[in-house]
């Protein structure tokens, strides 16, 4: 991996072709993923459709599937870009200077993400408070700041207090009406917490899967990121070490995870400390998966159209919101066409119209990066 010289004179590592890959892989999901599970669902194919149908929908309450990767994995991303981008900003000005970006972006995500979800639109009672955006927003601002101003290993010791203190919370905290340790769903803290103190719009009605509470777990899967970012980034250490390192690292953590899901169970909707190790474990492996193609075995051409999503993660998915790719794509192959399909395989024609609408996406990426337009907080 070749290294530049920053202005102070160290060494820093370059824009990692790889991590924008991951992020592009992960997006695909994100405005794909529910047409490509609906699809599948409707799919004739016995049991291994099925199986694949299924990991597009979140577990429905204790479990882990693929499609609650989806989240923690960009949260994870986020953490790994810190590193990338504050070490570059510190060096060529302060870190005065870079407190004063970082909070500027967390205040303009943390925006965007109450328009996202409509903003204002059928009243102020109806302004969603905490979402993807939103938490995003405070995964950054918080990851960052204790970045900015803590060494490594004081890091580690506050992700573990995180977890630690979350498990002890959820566990011996006694909730009204149900006492403490109960993980179900509206019996645990997270959620009597959220029902009683987060104000407006909830996702539930009267719990939100991005609540007050899960914030703080949720700083803990951006800092496992922010490890991980340190590691690849170093020009001190061998790529060979840095891919092998990031296996095994992905392997213990989401051992770990299973182990304490045995008595913390593994839940997205309350982002258990649990579920912070099992997803990032899942989310270093993949690192370690995109690193080792592409940063050392120079195997880049498989993952360009990747690149082109990740390199405009934020416009695709705020595009996502206004425009369906799905239902665009029924312009180009519905109606006989889509017919035609499912008389040859029953639910052949909803497959390939979800396909499509995923070509439309990766083609508008495609066109925004080859002319070099970029929308970056």
Same mark, same amino acid.
């Given at each position: 991996?070749?290294?530049?010289?920053?202005?102070?004179?160290?060494? @820093?590592?370059?824009?990692?072709?790889?991590? #924008?890959?991951?992020?592009?892989?992960?997006?695909?999901?994100?405005?794909?993923?529910?047409?490509?599970?609906?699809?599948?669902?409707?799919?004739?194919?016995?049991?291994?459709?099925?199986?694949?149908?299924?990991?597009?929908?979140?577990?429905?309450?204790?479990?882990?599937?693929?499609?609650? %990767?989806?989240?923690?994995?960009?949260?994870?991303?986020?953490?790994?870009?810190?590193?990338?981008?504050?070490?570059?900003?510190?060096?060529?000005?302060?870190?005065?200077?870079?407190?004063?970006?970082?909070?500027?972006?967390?205040?303009?995500?943390?925006?965007?993400?109450?328009?996202?979800?409509?903003?204002?639109?059928?009243?102020?009672?109806?302004?969603?408070?905490?979402?993807?955006?939103?938490?995003?927003?405070?995964?950054?601002?918080?990851?960052?700041?204790?970045?900015?101003?803590?060494?490594?290993?004081?890091?580690?010791?506050?992700?573990?207090?995180?977890?630690?203190?979350?498990?002890?919370?959820?566990?011996?905290?006694?909730?009204?009406?149900?006492?403490?340790? #109960?993980?179900?769903?509206?019996?645990?803290? @997270?959620?009597?917490?959220?029902?009683?103190?987060?104000?407006?719009?909830?996702?539930?009605?009267?719990?939100?899967?991005?609540?007050?509470?899960?914030?703080?777990?949720?700083?803990?899967?951006?800092?496992?990121?922010?490890?991980?970012?340190?590691?690849?980034? #170093?020009?001190?250490?061998?790529?060979?070490?840095?891919?092998?390192?990031?296996?095994?690292?992905?392997?213990?953590?989401?051992?770990?995870?299973?182990?304490?899901?045995?008595?913390?169970?593994?839940?997205?909707?309350?982002?258990?400390?649990?579920?912070?190790?099992?997803?990032?474990?899942?989310?270093?492996?993949?690192?370690?998966?995109?690193?080792?193609?592409?940063?050392?075995?120079?195997?880049?051409?498989?993952?360009?159209?990747?690149?082109?999503?990740?390199?405009?993660?934020?416009?695709?998915?705020?595009?996502?919101?206004?425009?369906?790719?799905?239902?665009?794509?029924?312009?180009?192959?519905?109606?006989?066409?889509?017919?035609?399909?499912?008389?040859?395989?029953?639910?052949?024609?909803?497959?390939?119209?979800?396909?499509?609408?995923?070509? %439309?996406?990766?083609?508008?990426?495609?066109?925004?990066?080859?002319?070099?337009?970029?929308?970056?907080?």
């Amino acid at each position: 991996m070749n290294e530049t010289m920053n202005a102070s004179g160290a060494v @820093t590592a370059p824009r990692l072709a790889s991590l #924008d890959a991951l992020r592009g892989f992960d997006m695909l999901w994100i405005v794909g993923a529910d047409a490509i599970g609906g699809a599948l669902t409707g799919l004739k194919g016995g049991r291994v459709v099925q199986f694949f149908a299924g990991q597009m929908d979140h577990a429905e309450w204790v479990g882990f599937n693929f499609y609650d %990767l989806i989240f923690p994995l960009f949260v994870f991303m986020v953490g790994v870009a810190i590193p990338l981008s504050l070490d570059r900003l510190v060096f060529s000005a302060d870190r005065t200077v870079a407190l004063r970006r970082v909070l500027l972006r967390g205040v303009l995500m943390y925006a965007l993400g109450l328009l996202y979800y409509g903003g204002m639109t059928e009243g102020f009672a109806h302004l969603r408070l905490m979402g993807v955006l939103q938490r995003l927003a405070i995964c950054y601002v918080g990851a960052s700041v204790l970045y900015l101003y803590f060494k490594q290993w004081t890091l580690v010791v506050v992700c573990g207090g995180l977890l630690v203190g979350y498990w002890a919370l959820l566990t011996f905290v006694p909730v009204p009406g149900f006492g403490p340790g #109960d993980f179900a769903r509206g019996h645990n803290l @997270t959620n009597w917490i959220d029902s009683h103190y987060l104000p407006l719009r909830l996702w539930y009605g009267d719990t939100d899967p991005e609540g007050l509470l899960s914030n703080f777990p949720a700083i803990a899967s951006c800092l496992l990121g922010v490890f991980a970012g340190r590691w690849v980034s #170093d020009p001190r250490i061998a790529s060979n070490k840095k891919w092998s390192w990031l296996v095994l690292s992905g392997i213990v953590l989401m051992a770990a995870g299973y182990w304490w899901g045995v008595q913390f169970p593994v839940i997205k909707r309350l982002w258990t400390s649990s579920f912070v190790l099992v997803a990032g474990g899942w989310s270093v492996l993949l690192l370690a998966g995109f690193y080792y193609l592409i940063e050392v075995r120079g195997w880049r051409g498989w993952a360009q159209p990747f690149v082109w999503i990740g390199s405009n993660a934020l416009t695709i998915y705020l595009v996502s919101r206004l425009v369906s790719f799905e239902n665009l794509s029924a312009r180009f192959v519905g109606g006989e066409i889509t017919a035609a399909l499912n008389g040859l395989w029953p639910g052949l024609g909803g497959l390939v119209l979800a396909l499509f609408g995923i070509s %439309l996406c990766i083609v508008f990426c495609r066109f925004l990066y080859v002319r070099k337009i970029f929308l970056r907080l």
